[in-house]
Nanobody, 116 residues
Framework: VQLQASGGGLVQPGGSLRLSCAAS???????????MGWYRQAPGKERELVAG???????SYADSVKGRFTISRDYGENTVSLQMNALMPEDTAVYYC????????WGQGTLVTVSS
């Protein structure tokens, strides 16, 4: 499975961004039942889970983003998206999409910078 992420950029505090990630490849049929998610890694910090969405569509969020971020998926297009609102400087990080099947698959990372 290959993952292609897009949508990062520079935004002012309080602003919004939407990240998207598309899955493709020979095993993409397994993506529909897989957990898809977004992780992030800020400079000098470990990678952390931001949000995940199960094959059933049930979402879960890190406490730090609850009420501000919304994860969604499109089963037909094999995509996962992360709508990020009310962004704060501490949300600045490289964001990675992830798919968990029998193993983890990772996208290439997209940089989100929240700064005035």
């Amino acid at each position: 499975v290959q993952l292609q992420a897009s949508g990062g950029g520079l935004v002012q505090p309080g602003g919004s961004l939407r990240l998207s990630c598309a899955a493709s490849g020979s095993n993409v049929r397994f993506v529909r039942i897989a957990v898809m998610g977004w992780y992030r890694q800020a400079p000098g910090k470990e990678r952390e889970l931001v949000a995940g969405i199960a094959g059933t569509g049930r979402p879960s969020y890190a406490d730090s983003v609850k009420g501000r971020f919304t994860i969604s998926r499109d089963y037909g297009e094999n995509t996962v998206s992360l709508q990020m609102n009310a962004l704060m400087p501490e949300d600045t990080a490289v964001y990675y999409c992830n798919v968990k099947t029998a193993r983890d698959y990772w996208g290439q990372g997209t940089l989100v910078t929240v700064s005035s």
